[in-house]
């Protein structure tokens, strides 16, 4: 027997309903738990009407973020539709091929974005396409003008809530599908990071991305505290409200660029951080550097370790052990398992390095429309996740870096992660990447991607130095390229692909 499904905004509505829900940073918006409730239901109901959506039919979101899209993933709850947030900083030619594979029956688009989002829609045959905007839009006019949705579909956790795609990196975008309970079991799993209806969570990560959605915003919701959303990261603004008591920001969480951006601003050293009760850093190996900075004011940043097929939340460090610990991404969460792999197939031991496989309620059933893909993700029902790590003595976990950014020289594996955290140690450095490119004698070798601070000066035999006292030789990067900033994806992430094609050049 299937579990079925509760809306919790619904359940807040009852229960608080003039707790302060959402809000949305860039328009002012501000909703209690009773109006966004009413919201959701007068949207459910004009989808259902005016678009015909039923059980088990898409609706895609184009838009920066805002309120709004949290609006559209419930109400689709409502319908037993499922839900699709787009990834609008990807190529038209990868959105249409995303929507040419999820086929929304409706595609809800920010009026910035109009004249590709008919485009997309024109060119997928995607029937209804409605244009959203704080003021007098279609969005707007279909709530306001349409009654709430009287009776809502019946739906159980099994059932698919949203369609995550990967960015499309490397081949077609694949969708992870997301059932509503991963949402559920990823709400239990956060509950080391100390979520009440008293939490206040400021949201700077994508909504396209599982981080914006789900650490911690829709956890939040679940237990009735409240998310504001920020349309856009801006590392100023973010510090203003982290250090204002009158906002009472409780958690945050961002990959290691937001926090680096937020350390280099002027405002840093002068914001009280003591607010916070949980800060999480996550989506790529976190710097030494970054760590450090933010705990020489006063806050101990809590490794964590996710994706999106995984709800995401699978590792996380409790605060307890920052310190001591720094640099893992903890103990797996309660409703998750974990297993670290080696090339061969067996176990590895402490401190070898093997590809992390997951398995639990938590994770993702498969990928969209694609089944063949979906069979070669796991063995028996263990996720492989594409990333390298180890486990300490103590049973903590620490990701190395992605396997597929691993290079071998000299027949050494080498893994950026560490490489990088040692280019981060030197001050004049502001950002830095590491990729493999061919060598002749050693087959690859590192070369060292960096930007330097404005005002700083820095050489490469400096550098090099650096480096060659820090680490083995075979780590030692061969060569630096200067560059004026890194390519990042949507979440901030460096983009090695981009960096492999343009600097990947044999030695």
């Known amino acids: 027997m299937s579990v079925a499904y509760?809306?919790?905004?619904?359940?807040?509505?009852?229960?608080?309903?003039?707790?302060?829900?959402?809000?949305?940073?860039?328009?002012?918006?501000?909703?209690?738990?009773?109006?966004f409730d009413d919201r959701i239901a007068r949207l459910a109901a004009a989808l259902q009407i005016e678009c015909g959506i039923a059980a088990g039919e898409r609706v895609a979101v184009l838009a920066p973020n805002t309120t709004d899209t949290f609006e559209v993933q419930f109400a689709c709850a409502r319908l037993g539709a499922i839900f699709v947030p787009l990834n609008w900083r990807l190529a038209t030619p990868e959105l249409r091929a995303i929507l040419g594979d999820c086929t929304p029956r409706a595609l809800i688009y920010d009026e910035?974005?109009?004249?590709?989002?008919?485009?997309?829609?024109?060119?997928?045959?995607?029937?209804?396409?409605?244009?959203?905007?704080?003021?007098?839009?279609?969005?707007?006019?279909?709530?306001?003008?349409?009654?709430r949705l009287t009776q809502n579909i019946r739906?159980?956790?099994?059932?698919?809530?949203?369609?995550?795609?990967?960015?499309?990196?490397?081949?077609?975008?694949?969708?992870?599908?997301?059932?509503?309970?991963?949402?559920?079991?990823?709400?239990?799993?956060?509950g080391t990071a100390l979520i009440?209806?008293?939490?206040?969570?400021?949201?700077?990560?994508?909504?396209?991305?599982?981080?914006?959605?789900?650490?911690?915003?829709?956890?939040?919701?679940?237990?009735?505290?409240?998310?504001?959303?920020m349309r856009s990261f801006d590392a100023?603004?973010?510090?203003?409200m982290i250090g204002d008591p009158a906002v009472g920001v409780t958690h945050l969480f961002g990959v290691p660029a937001n926090f680096q951006f937020m350390m280099q601003h002027p405002r840093f050293r002068a914001t009280d951080l003591s607010g916070l009760v949980f800060a999480g850093i996550g989506g790529a190996p976190t710097p030494d550097a970054i760590l450090q900075g933010w705990q020489e004011?006063?806050?101990?940043?809590?490794?964590?370790?996710?994706?999106?097929?995984?709800?995401?939340?699978?590792?996380?460090?409790?605060?307890?052990?920052?310190?001591?610990?720094?640099?893992?991404?903890?103990k797996t969460v309660l409703h998750t398992e974990v297993r670290l792999v080696t090339a061969?197939?067996?176990?590895?031991?402490?401190?070898?390095?093997?590809?992390?496989?997951?398995?639990?309620?938590?994770?993702?059933?498969?990928y969209w429309n694609q089944p063949e893909v979906t069979r070669a993700a796991f063995t028996d029902d263990w996720l492989h996740t594409g990333d390298a790590a180890w486990i300490d003595d103590d049973g903590f976990y620490s990701i190395v870096d992605r396997w597929k950014d691993m290079y071998i020289s000299g027949g050494e594996n080498v893994y950026p992660a560490e490489v990088?955290?040692?280019?981060?140690?030197?001050?004049?450095?502001a950002e830095a990447a590491v990729i493999g490119v061919v060598d002749a004698r050693w087959g690859e070798v590192g070369c060292a991607i960096v930007v330097v601070k404005p005002g700083h000066e820095l050489t490469e035999t400096a550098l090099l130095t650096h480096c060659a006292a820090n680490l083995a030789r075979y780590k030692l990067p061969h060569s630096v390229v200067f560059t004026d900033a890194l390519p990042r994806n949507a979440t901030g992430k460096v983009h090695k692909p981009t960096l492999r094609a343009r600097f990947g050049t044999p030695g």
């Open 6 to 35: 509760y809306d919790c905004i619904a359940h807040h509505a009852r229960r608080r309903p003039e707790a302060i829900a959402a809000v949305d940073l860039s328009t002012g918006r501000t909703f209690t738990y009773q109006a």
């Open 112 to 147: 910035e974005f109009a004249d590709r989002a008919r485009e997309l829609a024109h060119a997928a045959d995607v029937p209804h396409a409605l244009p959203r905007g704080a003021g007098d839009s279609v969005y707007e006019r279909a709530i306001g003008g349409t009654p």
């Open 155 to 190: 739906v159980t956790l099994d059932d698919v809530s949203t369609i995550l795609y990967t960015s499309g990196t490397t081949g077609m975008p694949k969708g992870a599908i997301i059932t509503h309970g991963m949402n559920v079991w990823n709400t239990v799993n956060c």
């Open 196 to 229: 009440s209806p008293a939490s206040v969570f400021l949201g700077i990560l994508p909504l396209f991305h599982t981080g914006g959605l789900n650490v911690f915003a829709n956890p939040i919701f679940y237990t009735g505290g409240t998310v504001l959303i």
């Open 236 to 240: 100023g603004e973010a510090l203003r």
């Open 297 to 330: 004011q006063g806050l101990v940043l809590q490794q964590g370790y996710g994706m999106t097929e995984t709800g995401p939340i699978v590792l996380l460090l409790d605060r307890e052990d920052a310190v001591r610990k720094a640099g893992s991404a903890g």
């Open 344 to 366: 061969d197939g067996a176990d590895a031991a402490p401190g070898e390095v093997g590809e992390l496989w997951v398995r639990g309620p938590n994770v993702t059933p498969g």
């Open 420 to 429: 990088e955290n040692v280019l981060y140690q030197v001050e004049a450095i």
